[in-house]
Nanobody, 126 residues
Framework: QLQLVESGGGLVQPGGSLRLSCATSRFTLDHYAIGWFRQAPGKEREGVSCIRRDGGSTHYADSVKGRFTISRDNAKNTVYLQMNSLKPEDTAVYYC???????????????????WGQGTQVTVSS
């Protein structure tokens, strides 16, 4: 079973940057598409960004386009989410998820993903 571990969350001021990492040590990550999702208090989990297992296709939610960049280093079994120009509304717990099957539509459907990390808190506040 794929086990994912997120890291890199924290407290940052508006306009700042963070880089989240999603890593696994038990399987090679290149078999899986990876998605980043977030969930704010009282809100449903939403898709943020996704990347195909070969890195050849990426998808972003409209709310983060131009500010967030997803990438992967399969040699390191790690997927990254670079978050720039952070806003208070980006505050949430961020989760990474993995699945063997993927189309861009999966990025807005958290329930179709098979494997999940435990989440990392991102707080954007002055």
């Amino acid at each position: 079973q794929l086990q994912l571990v997120e890291s890199g969350g924290g407290l940052v001021q508006p306009g700042g940057s963070l880089r989240l990492s999603c890593a696994t040590s038990r399987f090679t990550l290149d078999h899986y598409a990876i998605g980043w999702f977030r969930q704010a208090p009282g809100k449903e989990r939403e898709g943020v960004s996704c990347i195909r297992r070969d890195g050849g296709s990426t998808h972003y939610a409209d709310s983060v386009k131009g500010r967030f960049t997803i990438s992967r280093d399969n040699a390191k079994n790690t997927v990254y989410l670079q978050m720039n120009s952070l806003k208070p509304e980006d505050t949430a717990v961020y989760y990474c998820a993995g699945d063997i099957f993927y189309t861009d539509s999966y990025c807005s459907q958290p329930k179709v993903w098979d494997y999940w990390g435990q989440g990392t808190q991102v707080t954007v506040s002055s």
